[in-house]
């Protein structure tokens, strides 16, 4: 194999470094207990998965951008807390679930507008609304747990077509941020703005509109996820939702979106990079591992992703500088 083609293998495997270590995980796990391959636990990783795969959807659509948005978690809770309190308070599930919704587009759009308004950079400003949110949240629940009713548990018990109804809700959403980044114009101009900011805006794209987009569309994953996950568990806690926005970013990242923008995919980058998470989680569930030391695992999948993106950029801009000096020279 001659350095060329050695070249192009090593970047092909970082392209797919999550299905690698994805089938690394199965292996191991699979050897440490035969439970972890039965259908029942496949099917539970998948429905574990919707509500942080949700999340991470919205984050890859903002980070494709050459942003991020640190306040999803705090979205959720803000989310979760207001439809606590409405459903107890009488509403009917439907009205509740839409004003969860309309409250994940209003976070997105103030995040939007302080950065395409203001220019405020994206980390201060949905810093700043993480902790907002956050104290919003528990100024509504007065920092005590809220039971909500069956209601929320049948939404996420329910199953269509014998598909379970969080893993349906996820792929819904999966397959419409796919086609709107693969054949939209809308899909186009955020890899465009993403790469490049000045040259999308000289070439007429309008980049404040495509970036407010994207963070009303996080905004609004968030809520769902919010939902999604009230599902699963149907109890609102002060920690609810806390440093989920961590978990997005290093499943999308694991999926192979870059950190710098312009380059990743929702399916099947994102959605593997949830799924290879929550399997890892699983597993050490299912092999009884100390749950103190999911956190520090947790950590370990995050600078995975961090570092293989870095590796990932470094080689991408050495294969390109190379190309320019050879077209050069010719």
Same mark, same amino acid.
């Given at each position: =194999?001659?350095?060329t083609?050695a070249?192009?293998f /090593? ?7 999550s299905?690698v270590?994805f089938v690394?995980?199965?292996v191991v796990?699979?050897?440490l207990?035969?439970?972890f391959?039965q259908?029942e636990? !496949? ?5 574990q ?34 439809g606590?309190k409405l459903?107890? /308070?009488?509403?009917?599930l439907?009205?509740v ?5 309309g409250?994940?587009l209003?976070?997105g759009a103030?995040n ?6 203001l ?8 810093l700043?609304?993480r ?6 949240g528990l100024r509504?629940?007065?920092?005590r747990a809220?039971n909500?009713p069956?209601?929320?548990y049948e939404?996420?018990?329910?199953r269509?077509?014998?598909?379970p109804?969080p893993? %349906?809700i996820?792929?819904t959403?999966v397959l419409?941020?796919h086609?709107?980044l693969?054949?939209?114009p809308?899909?186009r101009?955020i +890899? ?5 900011l000045? !040259?999308?805006?000289?070439a ?8 407010f987009?994207?963070y009303?569309?996080?905004?609004f ?6 939902i999604? !996950?009230?599902s699963?568990?149907?109890a609102?806690?002060?920690t609810f /939702?806390?440093?989920?926005?961590? =978990?997005a970013i290093?499943?999308?990242? %694991? ?5 710098f923008?312009g380059?990743g995919?929702v399916?099947?980058?994102?959605v593997?990079g949830a799924?290879?998470i929550q ?6 569930n299912i ?16 600078f995975v992703a961090v570092?293989?993106?870095a590796?990932?950029?470094r080689?991408?801009?050495? !294969?390109?500088?190379?190309?320019? +000096?050879?077209e050069?020279?010719?």
């Amino acid at each position: =194999m001659n350095s060329t083609a050695a070249k192009r293998f /090593g970047l092909g495997l970082l392209d797919r470094a999550s299905l690698v270590l994805f089938v690394l995980v199965l292996v191991v796990f699979g050897l440490l207990s035969p439970a972890f391959f039965q259908v029942e636990n !496949a099917v539970n990783i998948l429905i574990q998965t919707s509500s942080t795969g949700i999340l991470a959807v919205g984050m890859t659509l903002v980070l494709l951008t050459a942003g991020v948005d640190l306040s999803v978690g705090a979205v959720m809770f803000v989310a979760a807390a207001v439809g606590g309190k409405l459903i107890l /308070g009488g509403w009917s599930l439907g009205p509740v679930l839409a004003v969860m919704l309309g409250i994940g587009l209003l976070f997105g759009a103030l995040n939007a507008l302080f950065i395409t308004r203001l220019a405020v950079m994206a980390f201060i400003v949905t810093l700043a609304t993480r902790y907002f949110g956050r104290g919003l949240g528990l100024r509504i629940t007065e920092t005590r747990a809220m039971n909500l009713p069956e209601s929320f548990y049948e939404l996420g018990a329910a199953r269509i077509l014998g598909v379970p109804a969080p893993v %349906l809700i996820f792929a819904t959403v999966v397959l419409l941020a796919h086609l709107t980044l693969i054949r939209t114009p809308f899909g186009r101009q955020i +890899y465009a703005v993403g790469a490049d900011l000045e !040259a999308a805006r000289k070439a007429g794209i309008h980049t404040a509109g495509v970036l407010f987009g994207v963070y009303v569309i996080c905004g609004f994953c968030a809520a769902a996820a919010g939902i999604v !996950a009230l599902s699963q568990a149907p109890a609102v806690s002060p920690t609810f /939702g806390n440093n989920r926005e961590f =978990m997005a970013i290093a499943a999308a990242v %694991l999926g192979g979106t870059s950190l710098f923008g312009g380059r990743g995919a929702v399916f099947p980058g994102t959605v593997l990079g949830a799924v290879l998470i929550q399997t890892i989680e699983n597993g050490l569930n299912i092999l009884n591992v100390n749950p103190y030391l999911y956190p520090l695992i947790t950590s370990g999948v995050i600078f995975v992703a961090v570092l293989l993106d870095a590796v990932r950029s470094r080689v991408l801009a050495r !294969a390109n500088r190379r190309r320019i +000096y050879v077209e050069t020279e010719s």
